[in-house]
């Protein structure tokens, strides 16, 4: 089974309305890695660009998106394309994102949606074996007295820098970091767990 690492930039925190900007994505096996940045549905029908606070917080500004982002269909086929080879090469593939349960993972599923809506069905295999674990939990669990679990929080917990904060990949690399010192951390205290009982446990956290 494939470790991924993945994180979106999103021109709001509204799961269900706003668009992935960029997408980081990094295989802890094979070592491959997706960036993109992506032009927003919103900003492509309507000239709307993306709110100042979040080039604020992110650094992503309209120019860069229509300069050097893909489309929105495109861009999601490709980093499609990124999570199937890594699929085929190990048959399954468990996702990790901070915060995952009630954001990344969210967006992914409605990324998934707008896929096969355009009529693309060929990743839906895939997307079936897909594991989904929020490193967030698995902080919250291993550390049950500490009151923050923020990236921010946990880069400093783990002296891990963060050179790009609140970039897909800036993020997708500490969290690497990050999901190296929680996952040895848990091991720890679950010495007699393979990898296949490890995943469920994480899962169910």
């Known amino acids: 089974m494939a470790t991924v690492i993945y994180d ?42 993306i709110p100042s606070k979040i080039t604020d917080i992110t650094g992503i500004t309209n120019d860069m998106l ?4 893909q489309k929105t269909l495109p861009a999601f086929l490709e980093f499609f394309a990124f999570l199937q080879d890594i699929y085929d090469q190990f048959g399954e593939i468990i996702m990790i994102a901070h915060n995952g349960l009630a954001f990344d993972d969210l967006f992914l599923r409605r990324m998934l949606r707008y896929v096969q809506g355009e ?24 550390h049950p007295t500490r009151r923050y679990h923020s990236m921010k929080d946990l880069c400093g917990l783990y002296n891990v820098v963060n050179g790009s904060a609140h970039r897909a990949m800036g993020d997708v690399l500490a969290l690497e970091q990050i999901w190296t010192y929680l996952i040895d951390n848990f091991k720890q205290h679950h010495t007699e767990c393979s990898g296949t009982h490890l995943k469920y446990i994480l899962y169910y956290l």
């Open 66 to 69: 229509k300069e050097n982002g």
């Open 119 to 142: 009529g693309y069905t060929e990743f839906d295999d895939m997307f079936s074996n897909i594991v989904y674990i929020d490193s967030l939990m698995l902080s919250r669990y291993i």
């Open 8 to 49: 979106f930039e999103t021109s709001g925190l509204n799961v269900h309305k706003d668009d992935v900007i960029e997408i980081g994505a990094k295989c802890i096996e094979t070592r491959q890695s997706y960036n993109s940045l992506v032009i927003p549905m919103l900003l492509a029908k309507t000239r709307q660009g």
